[in-house]
């Protein structure tokens, strides 16, 4: 089982669609989690921590269950400019290294 | 945007040559990281330094070498590259959070594209 798994789509919306993504991470005992975006052919770029209590900035909004050992990504009114592969990122126990998951790609169309 | 540079951007090369990748990074932090991107398996760690000439090895190290003789440098080594190492090739840096942990978010270089035929 690989220790971050996710959908790897590709997600085709509409803009203004809501689409939600899930990743699931194998390691219980994981401290920290995030969400990456990753245009084509560009590096990944922080979009935000993911928080026990769950987080909003804007339009996005990341929730943790840890019981389940999962997490998600809520994007509302999808833009064109959402369009990208949206990377699933765990911080195991050992601290100081990251495990990314292999991305899920969101396409947007007008 | 952190002040992360990869050198070069491509480079196509022949098996067995040597091949060295440079990170340069103006942000002082102490960790770097250098990663590989491939379909199908995402990002994955190569090798990581914790300060000048500490490095350890991530989960995909056979074949690579790294060096770090300066806090703003971090070279990836390919001995004699194989086709198995053509890939896009990421350098991260990340800082260190005030209780002694290093701070897990990290700032990414825009990537080296290497073509090993």
């Known amino acids: 089982r690989k220790e971050v798994e996710q959908d790897p789509g590709p997600f085709n919306v509409p803009e203004g669609a809501t689409v939600a993504f899930n990743c699931t991470y194998s390691?219980?005992?994981?401290?920290?989690f995030f969400w990456y975006r990753q245009d084509c052919r560009k590096e990944p770029k922080l979009l935000m921590s993911?928080?026990?209590s769950g987080n909003e900035d804007g339009r996005f909004t990341a929730q943790l269950n840890r019981a389940s050992q999962y997490i998600s990504l809520l994007i509302r009114d999808s833009k064109l400019s959402d369009s990208a592969t949206y990377l699933c990122?765990?911080?195991?126990?050992?601290?100081?290294?990251?495990?990314f998951g292999q991305g899920t790609e969101l396409s947007v169309k007008p | 945007d952190a002040g992360i540079t990869q050198s070069p951007r491509h480079k196509v090369t022949e098996t067995g040559t040597p091949v060295t990748l440079r990170c340069h990074q103006t942000?002082?932090?102490?960790?770097m990281y250098w990663y590989r991107q491939d379909p199908g398996h995402g990002l994955r760690l190569i090798h990581y330094?914790?300060?000048?000439?500490?490095?350890d090895k991530g989960e995909v190290s056979d074949g690579y070498s790294v060096s770090r003789s300066k806090t703003e440098d971090f070279l990836l080594t390919l001995e004699s590259a194989t086709s198995s190492q053509t890939s896009v090739y990421f350098c991260?840096?990340?800082?260190?959070?005030?209780?002694?942990?290093?701070?897990?978010?990290?700032?990414f270089g825009p990537g080296t594209r290497l073509l090993v035929l």
């Open positions: 991260a840096i990340s800082d260190r959070f005030s209780w002694g942990q290093p701070q897990e978010t990290q700032y």
């Open positions: 942000e002082n932090h102490r960790y």
């Open positions: 993911v928080y026990s």
């Open positions: 330094s914790y300060g000048v000439k500490d490095t």
């Open positions: 390691n219980s005992a994981s401290q920290s």
């Open positions: 990122v765990v911080n195991p126990p050992q601290g100081g290294k990251l495990i």
